[in-house]
């Protein structure tokens, strides 16, 4: 019985500063964007003759819009996917991430992260400095391709980025 008191004293304790938080706001990837961006995405590699798959995620690193261009491979799905979910997840562009990973012993361990994938392709889509979702490319022949795809496709949506 003792226990029970001691459980009900430590929970109401947490009551004062539970009722002064405030509510948190945060501005998240729409559908419509989201389905635009990929499009614009894979409509730029497109006119470099790449034939991709552009994934783009919320906040979250959850799956918003998906768009596989005709003749891209199966393995581009996935790995688009893994790009949008790494660059949403840390806030920076995979190619930064891959680049931080070589040059820093400890950051290396990031690639052992569920989901990353530190290949450069995904790019985080931002409102002024808040990162809302990712765009990731996966197919071009190099990440340097899909990344400039991606940034390509993020040009295109920026008016509506607000």
Known sequence: MST????????????PAVAGAQVLQERNMP??????????????CAAKNFNVTATVVDRAGLVRAVLRADRAGPHTVEASRAKAF?????????????????????????????GFLLLGGGVPVKVGDEVIGAVGVGGAPGGHLDEECANAGIEKVKSKLR
Do not use: F, M
């Open 86 to 114: 790494t660059s949403a997840s840390a806030r920076n562009s995979t190619s930064a991430i891959a680049e931080g990973a070589e040059k820093n012993p400890a950051a290396r361990h990031l690639a052992s992260i569920d």
């Open 4 to 15: 029970i008191r001691l459980a009900a004293a430590a929970a109401l304790a947490l009551v």
């Open 31 to 44: 559908l419509a964007i989201a389905q635009e961006l990929a499009q614009a995405t894979v409509e730029a």
